[in-house]
């Protein structure tokens, strides 16, 4: 029962991180709402997605999500380019405008402090964990 209240204490915490972060942005930002910040956290974690795959994410039609796309791009926060794929289809991308505004960098410090603290056994426990974690989740 540890377990699994450590695992629900943590994801609350993650939760909570992405919620303050999302606040903590707007503050400023008069021309990007928190929905559009939430569309941009989206593309971004997404990886790069057509618009086809973010309307579908997001569970809206692809009309909406072109609107949504087109307010971005000219807000200056996201760009489309063609897939090197397939040049039929276009990519969204976010711009450096994006990452000056957004980019949580706090990833990064996190795995870092982490790696210090822990002893190269742990980090491989650790690595194997995260891998059962991913792996659990469903896949975008």
């Known amino acids: 029962m540890r377990f699994k209240k450590?695992?629900?204490?943590?994801?609350?915490?993650?939760?909570?991180n992405i919620l303050k972060n999302i606040f903590n942005n707007m503050e400023g930002e008069s021309e990007v709402s928190s929905l559009d910040y939430f569309c941009l956290e989206c593309i971004y974690l997404m990886d790069c997605p057509t618009i086809s795959q973010f309307a579908a994410f997001m569970d809206i039609s692809s009309p909406n999500a072109t609107y949504k796309v087109k307010q971005l791009i000219n807000k200056g926060?996201?760009?489309?380019?063609?897939?090197?794929?397939?040049?039929?289809?276009?990519?969204?991308?976010?711009?450096?405008?994006?990452?000056d505004h957004f980019e949580n960098k706090d990833d990064y410090v996190v795995a870092n402090e982490l790696k210090q603290n822990m002893t190269k056994k742990e980090c491989k426990k650790m690595d194997k964990i995260m891998k059962i974690l991913n792996d659990q989740i469903e896949e975008v």
């Not at 629900?8 to 909570?16: R, T």
């Open 6 to 16: 450590a695992v629900s204490k943590f994801y609350k915490k993650i939760k909570l």
């Open 77 to 99: 926060y996201i760009t489309k380019e063609k897939s090197e794929n397939d040049g039929r289809e276009y990519r969204l991308v976010p711009t450096q405008k994006f990452f």
